[in-house]
């Protein structure tokens, strides 16, 4: 796989991991793709 080449150096996925303290932080795309699935169909208008 490609993205094991980075290690963990680089960061992918819609939430964000603190190494540290364990701590999870839901990323903007994380909260689209939540709107997306509750209402079961994509945005009509999108902020750049």
Avoid: C
């Amino acid at each position: 796989n490609f993205e094991w080449a980075f290690g963990f150096a680089k960061r992918f996925g819609i939430v964000w991991v603190d190494f540290e303290t364990q701590e999870r932080l839901i990323k903007a795309s994380g909260h689209l793709y939540r709107r997306i699935v509750r209402d079961n169909k994509l945005p009509k208008e999108q902020a750049a």
